[in-house]
Structures are given as structure tokens and as C-alpha cells.
């Protein structure tokens, strides 16, 4: 009888608490990219390059570490389910807070991108009436704003589009889906769990981020899919595999290392100067810092599960408030920092003083919201959240499935 190293999944807490850290980085990196020279809805007038190099301490990896996760954490439902309930379960908690975000949550960035980019002079209700018809003609020369939009939301659009497809990845491979998994997992340990997922990752960078530059469109975002779909898929497969975790463990120093040697490089390329690199190495050169790129966005994440699974395998009250608060507070969280930063600026505040305002505030009214909301029935499924239940005592949380957007 054929046999495999995976076992029923159990309860990966440090993924939760990874998932927790990532969300709160991504809101201190939305507020960096009021500040940065790098395109966006709106614009600090003291934005330049010099926060840059700190943004790419977590701009490689931050998303691509969501999408395994988000991975790990679908496979364990799918494994407690079937797949049609599976899937029923998830187009509600993703397509309704998606619809909601593009209608509510999502038009006050649109409409404050327009005021300051296009001096659009028009009331918010003039703003919708055009944001709900599709009007096309917010431009700067060929630049045109897309109307409605998800902004950052698309995460929601992608999530959703993968558990689709995973799901009929289940369904199609039936228990092979579980010896592939082990196969996986057995083929990462020792120094190719480093470098086997850095490579894939480097090859796909290498091929298309040239090619189809991240659009979050759906349609012709081929380098973007390729990436976090893979990362998707791998996390799902490894979900499968919990003795796999403890290996990343093992390596989280000389993953950390590796990272942050790649950052470093990575920071000294962007400062050179365009014209400082001769002709003919300027391909060769893209080519290498594309898979240093790789190595940076791997190796960071392996980084992280390695310092999570040793340090915060552990379980309580702060734990599962926050994995049911990060989603609402993820919708949330950008069209706040773009109200408020639109808001402070006639103040001509000091960058880094209104900085920290910024990330305190949306924090505080991230929360705010999210007190309302998992108090209130009707706001709940707009948000994400499921139905409030109550857990019968003693129910053991290592048996209820991670609960990741």
C-alpha cells in the first residue's frame, strides 16, 4: 500500500500570526507610498526616492507571503469539506466584501486621485455618478484612470480567482493531490529548501516581469499570476505536510542572511545611475538583479515561517481577535490613509511627523470600524466575516480552520 508523510492538517498558528504581521506592515507601506516618488493616488508634496530602499525591505515579499499563506489556509478548509461547500463558503466571504468595496469603500480614493491629479472640481455625487457609468475620461495624456475600480482590493479578485482554481485542482487529483504534496516537501530540505523556490521564483521574474508589468487587471497580469498563484498552490500543498515547517526553522538564519545580502544589492542597483551602465550589459545586468529580486522575495519569507514557526506556535484571546480582525481592517485601512493624508496636507505638517499620525490614525480607525462591524449582523459578510457562532466549551482551536481572506 502506497503511503505518504502527510497527515491531517493541524493548526499552523504562526501563519496566523504571520498573516497579522503582514496585513500591519502593508499599512505602514501604504503610507510610505505617500511619500515615495513611485506613482500613486495621491502625493505628499515632500515625496521622493529616499524612503525607498525601506520600502523594499518588504515590497518583494509582503504579498507574495499573503498569497502562500492564503494558500495554507484554503487547503486546510478543503481538506475539512467538500469542495462545493468549499466554494460556496469562500465566493461569500471574498465576491460580497469585493462588491462592497468597489461601491462604498473604494470610490473616496478614486475621487481624491482625481482632485489632485486632473484638478477635478466636480461634488463626490458628481464624482459617482460618473465612477458607477464607467466614464473614461479622467486622463494625464495616455494615462487614464479605469472606472469603477478595486484598487486595493484586487487582492480580494485574485484570492478568489485561485480558489477556483485550487479547488478544482482538489477536486481533479482527488488523494494524488496529497502525494504530490509530500513529493513537494520531500524535495525541499536541506540547502534546496532555499534555493529550489527562489529559482522558480527567478525563472518566472527573468521571463515575464518584462514582458507583463503588474497591472492587477486580471487580464495581462501574466507575471503577477505566475508568481502568486505558484506560491498559492505551494502553500496548499504544503498545508498538506506540517512536518515541512519545522525545516524552515532549521534555515531561518541563513535565509535571513541571504535576504538581507539581497536587499543590499538590490538597493546599490536602483541608486546607479541609468547612464552609468554600458550598452551592452544592461540586459545581463536586469537579468541578475531580477533573480536577486527572487532571492530576496524567497528567502525573506522563509525567513519569516522559519522566526514564526519557532516563536509563535502558540495560541490565545490576542491571537484570534486579531485573525478576525485583519480583513475588515485590510478594507478599510487605504481609503483611510488616502482621506486623511488628502486631509492633513493644507497643514504642511513634517513628513515623518505626519507619517506616524498616519499609521496611528488609520490604526485607530481601522479598529474603530471593525468594532462596529463584528457587532453588527448586517455589516459582518460586507466585511468578510462569518455569521457569529458560538464554540462549544472546551472545543479544541487546533480542529477549526485558519480563517485567511
Same mark, same amino acid.
Given at each position: 500500500?502506497?503511503?505518504?508523510?502527510?497527515?491531517?492538517?493541524?493548526?499552523?498558528?504562526?501563519?496566523?500570526?504571520?498573516?497579522?504581521?503582514?496585513?500591519?506592515?502593508?499599512?505602514?507601506?501604504?503610507?510610505?507610498?505617500?511619500?515615495?516618488?513611485?506613482?500613486?493616488?495621491?502625493?505628499?508634496?515632500?515625496?521622493?526616492?529616499?524612503?525607498?530602499?525601506?520600502?523594499?525591505?518588504?515590497?518583494?515579499?509582503?504579498?507574495?507571503?499573503?498569497?502562500?499563506?492564503?494558500?495554507?489556509?484554503?487547503?486546510?478548509?478543503?481538506?475539512?469539506?467538500?469542495?462545493?461547500?468549499?466554494?460556496?463558503?469562500?465566493?461569500?466571504?471574498?465576491?460580497?466584501?469585493?462588491?462592497?468595496?468597489?461601491?462604498?469603500?473604494?470610490?473616496?480614493?478614486?475621487?481624491?486621485?482625481?482632485?489632485?491629479?486632473?484638478?477635478?472640481?466636480?461634488?463626490?455625487?458628481?464624482?459617482?455618478?460618473?465612477?458607477?457609468?464607467?466614464?473614461?475620461?479622467?486622463?494625464?495624456?495616455?494615462?487614464?484612470?479605469?472606472?469603477?475600480?478595486?484598487?486595493?482590493?484586487?487582492?480580494?479578485?485574485?484570492?478568489?480567482?485561485?480558489?477556483?482554481?485550487?479547488?478544482?485542482?482538489?477536486?481533479?487529483?482527488?488523494?494524488?493531490?496529497?502525494?504530490?504534496?509530500?513529493?513537494?516537501? @520531500?524535495? %525541499?530540505?536541506?540547502?534546496?529548501?532555499? $534555493?529550489?523556490? =527562489?529559482?522558480?521564483?527567478? &525563472? /518566472?521574474?527573468?521571463?515575464? *516581469?518584462?514582458?507583463?508589468?503588474?497591472?492587477?487587471?486580471?487580464?495581462?497580469?501574466?507575471?503577477?499570476?505566475?508568481?502568486?498563484?505558484?506560491?498559492?498552490?505551494?502553500?496548499?500543498?504544503?498545508?498538506?505536510?506540517?512536518?515541512?515547517?519545522?525545516?524552515?526553522?532549521?534555515?531561518?538564519?541563513?535565509?535571513?542572511?541571504?535576504?538581507?545580502?539581497?536587499?543590499?544589492?538590490?538597493?546599490?542597483?536602483?541608486?546607479?545611475?541609468?547612464?552609468?551602465?554600458?550598452?551592452?550589459?544592461?540586459?545581463?545586468?536586469?537579468?541578475?538583479?531580477?533573480?536577486?529580486?527572487?532571492?530576496?522575495?524567497?528567502?525573506?519569507?522563509?525567513?519569516?515561517?522559519?522566526?514564526?514557526?519557532?516563536?509563535?506556535?502558540?495560541?490565545?484571546?490576542?491571537? @484570534?481577535? %486579531?485573525?478576525?480582525?485583519?480583513?475588515? $481592517?485590510?478594507? =478599510?485601512?487605504?481609503?483611510? &490613509? /488616502?482621506?486623511?493624508?488628502? *486631509?492633513?496636507?493644507?497643514?504642511?505638517?513634517?513628513?515623518?511627523?505626519?507619517?506616524?499620525?498616519?499609521?496611528?490614525?488609520?490604526?485607530?480607525?481601522?479598529?474603530?470600524?471593525?468594532?462596529?462591524?463584528?457587532?453588527?449582523?448586517?455589516?459582518?459578510?460586507?466585511?468578510?466575516?462569518?455569521?457569529?457562532?458560538?464554540?462549544?466549551?472546551?472545543?479544541?482551536?487546533?480542529?477549526?480552520?485558519?480563517?485567511?481572506?
Amino acid at each position: 500500500m502506497h503511503t505518504t508523510d502527510t497527515t491531517a492538517p493541524t493548526r499552523l498558528f504562526f501563519l496566523d500570526w504571520l498573516r497579522i504581521i503582514a496585513f500591519f506592515i502593508l499599512i505602514v507601506f501604504h503610507v510610505g507610498m505617500y511619500y515615495v516618488s513611485w506613482d500613486w493616488h495621491v502625493k505628499s508634496p515632500a515625496a521622493g526616492p529616499g524612503p525607498e530602499p525601506f520600502m523594499l525591505l518588504s515590497s518583494p515579499w509582503r504579498l507574495d507571503l499573503l498569497f502562500l499563506v492564503s494558500g495554507v489556509a484554503s487547503s486546510f478548509m478543503l481538506a475539512k469539506g467538500k469542495v462545493a461547500g468549499f466554494l460556496r463558503q469562500r465566493s461569500i466571504r471574498l465576491l460580497v466584501p469585493l462588491l462592497f468595496g468597489m461601491l462604498v469603500v473604494v470610490p473616496p480614493q478614486s475621487y481624491l486621485e482625481v482632485v489632485e491629479k486632473v484638478a477635478y472640481d466636480g461634488s463626490y455625487l458628481d464624482f459617482m455618478r460618473l465612477y458607477l457609468t464607467g466614464y473614461g475620461g479622467f486622463c494625464r495624456g495616455h494615462d487614464c484612470l479605469i472606472l469603477p475600480t478595486w484598487n486595493h482590493l484586487w487582492f480580494v479578485a485574485y484570492l478568489w480567482i485561485y480558489t477556483l482554481f485550487l479547488a478544482a485542482l482538489v477536486a481533479a487529483l482527488g488523494d494524488r493531490f496529497d502525494t504530490l504534496a509530500s513529493r513537494v516537501a @520531500r524535495s %525541499l530540505a536541506g540547502w534546496r529548501i532555499i $534555493v529550489l523556490p =527562489a529559482l522558480v521564483l527567478a &525563472i /518566472v521574474r527573468v521571463l515575464l *516581469a518584462g514582458r507583463f508589468p503588474q497591472n492587477h487587471a486580471v487580464i495581462g497580469d501574466w507575471y503577477s499570476h505566475a508568481t502568486y498563484f505558484s506560491l498559492f498552490v505551494l502553500g496548499a500543498l504544503l498545508a498538506r505536510v506540517p512536518r515541512f515547517w519545522p525545516r524552515l526553522g532549521d534555515v531561518r538564519w541563513v535565509s535571513l542572511g541571504v535576504a538581507a545580502g539581497c536587499w543590499v544589492a538590490a538597493v546599490i542597483f536602483w541608486a546607479v545611475p541609468d547612464d552609468a551602465v554600458p550598452a551592452g550589459q544592461v540586459e545581463a545586468l536586469r537579468v541578475v538583479i531580477r533573480t536577486v529580486y527572487a532571492f530576496l522575495a524567497w528567502c525573506a519569507i522563509a525567513a519569516a515561517c522559519g522566526f514564526a514557526q519557532r516563536h509563535l506556535q502558540r495560541d490565545g484571546a490576542a491571537r @484570534r481577535y %486579531l485573525t478576525e480582525a485583519v480583513f475588515p $481592517v485590510y478594507i =478599510a485601512h487605504q481609503t483611510l &490613509i /488616502v482621506v486623511m493624508a488628502h *486631509a492633513l496636507k493644507p497643514l504642511r505638517l513634517a513628513p515623518g511627523l505626519e507619517a506616524m499620525m498616519l499609521v496611528v490614525a488609520t490604526l485607530v480607525a481601522s479598529f474603530g470600524i471593525f468594532e462596529a462591524v463584528r457587532r453588527s449582523a448586517l455589516l459582518r459578510p460586507l466585511f468578510g466575516l462569518a455569521a457569529p457562532r458560538k464554540q462549544a466549551a472546551g472545543a479544541s482551536p487546533r480542529l477549526a480552520p485558519a480563517r485567511a481572506a
